[in-house]
């Protein structure tokens, strides 16, 4: 136990055999239970979990069909549930996630008001100048658009996945919702931000060494896009529509309709003209977009003020 709190961590591993042992055996003595998540690997991952049967915490899930990341970690949210712990850690099963620091993540959960703590790697420059290039830019991308369509605007690194949580706020979570792809973290945010979970950002180094990513940017980025959008309107469906009727609803939609409005007489002006509106034919498109622009800068701040903290 820490601090009188029972403690579970979720290992999901996919072709994991060189490091789910290092990643096992590092995990600190004062946790409590262990559930390492086999999403069929091709490897010996499995047998070398098999293994390490000596830890009598470790409890072993072997997918027969590949679920993704996000399917083995909530497999292994539901198992622990079972368990009956006060906090769960999903630790990857590439020894990425340095256990020195679950102290600094399970100090918020315990001594805060927090529900969920998680780790944000680009608080520390060292280890962000090891971070490859192409990753760290994809990160601040995924970030920039996951606070927009989560409402978790101080919240940066949004896909670390070193994440502590309380197991009172997962058993709110309906898990059929979640996405069980690579978008796990973004769809887990829309939904604790509907939930009003509050969420702590903690310095956290990431470790990079002999572990390589399974992430195609072509492949997800269709399934990425398609969580951003959807899940944006959801969040303000729920938020700010069906839960509590709110200003920022309308705010949006008609912002949204004014600068359609705007581009579209802007543009047609321009075609009819041959290049040339006229000063009055050029305030009918500018007014609307201005409008529209005002409207949405003011649904902005509102959602950020709204924020759960």
Do not use: C
């Amino acid at each position: 136990m820490y601090k009188r709190h029972k403690i579970g961590i979720v290992v999901p591993a996919y072709n994991e055999s060189r490091l789910i042992s290092n990643t096992i055996n590092g995990i600190p003595k004062y946790v409590d239970r262990i559930v390492a998540v086999d999403d069929a690997s091709l490897d010996d991952t499995y047998k070398k979990l098999q293994g390490l049967s000596n830890d009598d915490r470790l409890i072993t899930i072997r997918h027969k069909k590949n679920r993704g990341v996000g399917g083995s970690i909530i497999d292994g949210y539901l198992r622990l549930l079972e368990e009956d712990v006060d906090i769960t850690v999903v630790m990857a099963g590439d020894n990425q996630m340095d256990p020195q620091y679950l102290p600094v993540l399970l100090d918020k959960l315990t001594e805060g008001d927090f529900d969920v703590a998680k780790g944000n790697r680009f608080l520390h420059s060292y280890e962000l100048g090891r971070m490859p290039p192409t990753r760290m830019w994809g990160n601040v991308i995924v970030t920039l658009l996951t606070k927009i369509s989560s409402g978790y605007w101080s919240i940066f690194d949004t896909t670390n996945g070193y994440v502590a949580s309380k197991t009172q706020i997962l058993k709110l979570v309906d898990f059929k919702k979640i996405k069980r792809g690579f978008d796990f973290e973004i769809s887990m945010l829309i939904n604790l931000n509907i939930l009003g979970a509050k969420i702590a950002d903690v310095p956290i180094p990431a470790v990079y060494g002999k572990e390589t990513s399974k992430l195609k940017a072509w492949k997800v980025f269709p399934g990425l896009s398609w969580t951003f959008f959807s899940g944006f309107w959801k969040r303000v469906f729920y938020k700010y529509i069906f839960y509590n009727t709110h200003p920022l609803a309308l705010f949006l939609i008609f912002g949204l309709l004014l600068l359609i409005a705007g581009l579209v007489i802007g543009i047609w002006a321009i075609v009819v003209t041959g290049g040339h509106p006229t000063a009055s034919t050029a305030l009918l498109a500018a007014l609307p977009l201005i409008l529209g622009f005002q409207l949405l800068l003011t649904a902005v701040v509102i959602d950020i003020q709204n924020e759960p903290k």
